[in-house]
Structure formats: structure tokens, C-alpha cells
């Protein structure tokens, strides 16, 4: 689920960047999901999560804001439920028991509404199960990218805020203003490999940095592209694999209001 519109190649999504969900079946055991419950998968991407949780019995809705997305996550598991929704802007008449989040509300900039949205449409008592990037994720790669857009006269785009990555103390204070008891909140590294030993880091910039690209050159995106990846070839690179210097924010909460 993304809120701006970051150009979203599925296939390379699922072929380069499959760690995005991979990584995510370990909440799935956070989640604990049990028969006949309703669970709204938020940013569900291609679905493979969504199916995942549903094979415990419980009937699951997948929603992403990317069309794309959903539409991938359609034809893989035509039998489940995936709706095109915004995290910010949603509603559904049912309240769900539990409502889980894996790598999705770093791109949601509206970070108080998407908490109002998830109270909403909670029963009460129900759970939050999130995981996303928290305070100073990828900051090695952004802080190159930043400074070779700079360096080229991009200044607006090297000024984009493209993500959200809270610490831990600033997403509590907002789940706790808006009706949530955090049982549990843990920020730590989680250095990620990437699938390719040659671009890994171009093409990692490619799928979740597209934005900062609006008007740059193509040639200029091209060199921008190869001197990020030298630059951080000293901290990213290591025995052979591009590694992505990710932070993660795990959450588990209650609704109590």
C-alpha cells in the first residue's frame, strides 16, 4: 500500500524484492491468527501474506492503494478478498478482530490518519500487528542518494520526504492518543540482503525510490544511480551480497477506546 504514486513494477517486486515478504511470515507468529476470525491484511501487496494467514482458518481482506498490486494479488489467489484502498482513507462496515501491517506504513506520510482509520475498524480489544521502517532505515543509501541529487542541482528532490520512519517513542505516543495500549514495541537492525549481486543497490532505488526521479535526466538518473552504489559499496557490500541497511519498528497493540 503506498500513498503516493511511486511506480510500482510488479514483476521485479516479486522477483528482486520477494524479502518484503518473506521476512514478514515471522509477524504472521505475532499475529497467531485463529479460525473464523476477521483480519484485514493493510498493504497487502501481491497477497502472498494474505494467504498465508488465511490458511489458519481465519477469513482475511487484503487492501493496497496500488492497483497493480491488487491485481497480481487477484490472480494469484482469486478465492480471497483484495480491494483497492488507501491506509489513510479507509472504511468497511464489519470491525475487524485484528488488523496486521507488514513493511507498508513507512510510505504512509499521514501517519495519525491511518491510525484513526485502524481504531475505526477495530472491534473492541482488537489487535495491531505491525511491522515497518523505523528511525534511520536505509539511511546510508537515502543520505547518498540525497547528496548526488544534490550535487547535481536537484535540490527539491533530494528534499523529498518519501517515507515515514519513526522511532519508537513517536509512533507510541500517536497509537496511545488514539486509543491503543502498545503491549509490545521493538525498533532493531535487520541488515537485508538483496537478490542482485551486481545492482543491488540500483535496483533497490528503482522500486522504492522512484520519486526521486520526477524531471531528472535520464542520464543524470543513470550516473546518480551508479555513484550511490559505489559510494555505499564500503558499508553495503559484503562477502559478495549488496546489503540494505534496514531498521525495523515492530508493534503489537490493543484497542482500548
Not at 131 to 145: D, R
Given at each position: 500500500m503506498k500513498t503516493k504514486s511511486n511506480n510500482w513494477k510488479v514483476n521485479l517486486y516479486n522477483k528482486k524484492h520477494a524479502f518484503v515478504y518473506q521476512f514478514g511470515e515471522e509477524l504472521i507468529e505475532l499475529l497467531d491468527p485463529k479460525p473464523d476470525e476477521l483480519i484485514l491484511d493493510l498493504g497487502c501487496g501481491s497477497g502472498q501474506l494474505t494467504n498465508e494467514i488465511s490458511k489458519n482458518g481465519a477469513h482475511v481482506v487484503g487492501i493496497d492503494s496500488s492497483k497493480e498490486m491488487i491485481s497480481d494479488a487477484k490472480s494469484n489467489y482469486p478465492e480471497l478478498d483484495f480491494q483497492v484502498k488507501d491506509a489513510s482513507h479507509f472504511h468497511f462496515n464489519k470491525p475487524f478482530d485484528a488488523i496486521f501491517s507488514?513493511?507498508?506504513?513507512?510510505?504512509?506520510?499521514?501517519?495519525?490518519?491511518?491510525?484513526?482509520?485502524?481504531?475505526?475498524?477495530?472491534?473492541?480489544?482488537?489487535?495491531?500487528?505491525?511491522?515497518?521502517?523505523?528511525?534511520?532505515?536505509?539511511?546510508?543509501?537515502?543520505?547518498?542518494?540525497?547528496?548526488?541529487?544534490?550535487?547535481?542541482?536537484?535540490?527539491?528532490?533530494?528534499?523529498l520526504k518519501n517515507w515515514y520512519f519513526p522511532s519508537i517513542s513517536e509512533y507510541t505516543f500517536l497509537l496511545e492518543k488514539n486509543g491503543f495500549e502498545v503491549e509490545y514495541a521493538h525498533l532493531y537492525d535487520r541488515p537485508t540482503k538483496l537478490a542482485d549481486n551486481e545492482n543491488g543497490i540500483k535496483d533497490w532505488i528503482e522500486m522504492f525510490g522512484s520519486l526521486f526521479f520526477v524531471n531528472v535526466s535520464e542520464q543524470s538518473k543513470i550516473d546518480i544511480l551508479e555513484e550511490v552504489q559505489n559510494n555505499v559499496k564500503s558499508s553495503c557490500f559484503n562477502d559478495g551480497k549488496w546489503v540494505a541497511d534496514y531498521r525495523r519498528i515492530r508493534i503489537l497493540a490493543k484497542k482500548i477506546a
Open positions: 507488514n513493511a507498508v506504513l513507512h510510505w504512509v506520510l499521514d501517519a495519525e490518519n491511518a491510525i484513526l482509520n485502524m481504531n475505526k475498524n477495530l472491534r473492541s480489544e482488537g489487535r495491531l500487528v505491525l511491522e515497518f521502517g523505523g528511525k534511520g532505515n536505509v539511511a546510508t543509501i537515502v543520505n547518498s542518494l540525497r547528496k548526488s541529487l544534490e550535487k547535481r542541482g536537484y535540490l527539491k528532490n533530494a528534499k
